[in-house]
């Protein structure tokens, strides 16, 4: 259930941010399309980590035998929100038609999340392995949200704004 949720989160409504914003000449449009995949991908994000904190305990028994790695699931519920935005961003940067962009972000993060796991196992070992797989996918949105403090993508202040609701329908129609 949590992986269908964050499917929602950000892969699941990408093809129809790519298609919308691709196709839209008006930057009004452009906004609010921005807007109602935000809302979106918040949600369910949220949603995410909500369930990943009150399961956490349960989750680590059930997976790993233990409570002890708790604080795995607490760490990939936090991680939530650099996902959903990171593959968010992403397809914002694939409707431009910025694939060096697009391209610069996946292979820093890909870079970032190996020497990261890397030096978890070597630190941590198998608990440093686990945590280091929780940061991997993480990774690429962090560099995402680093490449928007240029604002030339968008500003969060001109898209944090009530979104359409047959807009956010239409986006979850892509999952």
Avoid at 24 to 45: H, M, P, R, V, Y
Avoid at 93 to 112: C, D, M, Q, V
């Amino acid at each position: 259930a949590i992986a269908i949720v964050s499917m929602f989160a950000g892969g699941g409504i990408t093809n129809g941010v790519i298609k919308l914003l691709a196709s839209s000449d008006s930057i009004k449009s452009k906004e609010e399309t921005i807007s109602a995949a935000l809302a979106i991908c918040l949600t369910f994000c949220g949603i995410v980590a909500i369930l990943l904190c009150i399961g956490a305990k349960d989750l680590s028994k059930f997976i790993f035998g233990s409570a002890a790695y708790k604080g795995v699931f607490l760490f990939l519920a936090a991680s939530q929100i650099f996902i959903g935005l990171g593959n968010l961003i992403l397809a914002i940067f694939s409707s431009r038609g910025e694939i060096w962009t697009f391209t610069k972000i996946n292979i820093y993060g890909t870079l970032a999340g190996l020497f990261v796991l890397v030096l978890m196992i070597y630190i941590g070992e198998f608990n440093g392995a686990v945590y280091g797989l929780v940061f991997f996918p993480a990774a690429a949105g962090f560099f995402s949200l680093w490449n928007l403090r240029t604002g030339r993508v968008f500003r969060f202040s001109r898209v944090w704004i009530y979104p359409d609701r047959q807009l956010i329908f239409l986006l979850l129609s892509y999952s």
